[in-house]
């Protein structure tokens, strides 16, 4: 069974220290999460991917969107989550560049994203084929970590 959600684990005793399930599909996402201080309160918090959980507007709704979500590393509650509009099969990674800290997540098909600690777009890159010859556009599989 593939992701279905987050568990911290407390290092010495290896038990749960919060539960936050992402998504009711098994199989909904296959990334690992990385850490970073979103909320500046001196913890890591955790960015992770995981589906929309089907409660907006009736049982499917948002089941086939993939998001990614920062959970608040005290408690494993949800800070953000951003709409990647498509799959999820890398890692989203950290990026440092002088003082600022960013978020760069691939999609499944053609969009890399970089986000800002506040889970905000800074910018995206498209990389779909153009639609004209030779390639007459289609998608780019991204499955790894940018």
């Known amino acids: 069974i593939r992701g279905r959600g987050v568990v911290a684990l407390n290092g010495k005793t ?11 599909s098994d199989g909904a996402y ?10 500046n309160d001196q913890i890591p918090d955790i ?5 929309g959980l089907g409660m907006e507007d009736g049982e499917n709704s948002g089941v086939n969107e ?4 920062a959970l608040d590393g005290k408690n494993g509650k949800t800070i953000w989550d951003f709409n990647l509009g498509s799959g999820l099969k890398s890692s989203p990674v950290i990026v440092r560049k002088a003082k600022r800290t960013a978020i760069m997540v691939a999609t499944t098909y053609s969009w890399v994203y970089m986000l800002g600690l506040d889970g905000k777009t800074l910018y995206g890159v498209d990389f779909q084929l ?6 007459y556009g289609g998608i780019s599989g991204l499955y790894g970590t940018p």
């Open 14 to 24: 290896g038990k749960p220290l919060w539960v936050n399930i992402l998504s009711k």
């Open 30 to 39: 296959l990334c690992s999460p990385v850490s970073v201080d979103v909320n």
């Open 47 to 51: 960015i992770s991917g995981g589906w």
């Open 66 to 69: 993939s998001h990614l979500y």
């Open 130 to 135: 153009p639609d004209k010859e030779p390639y």
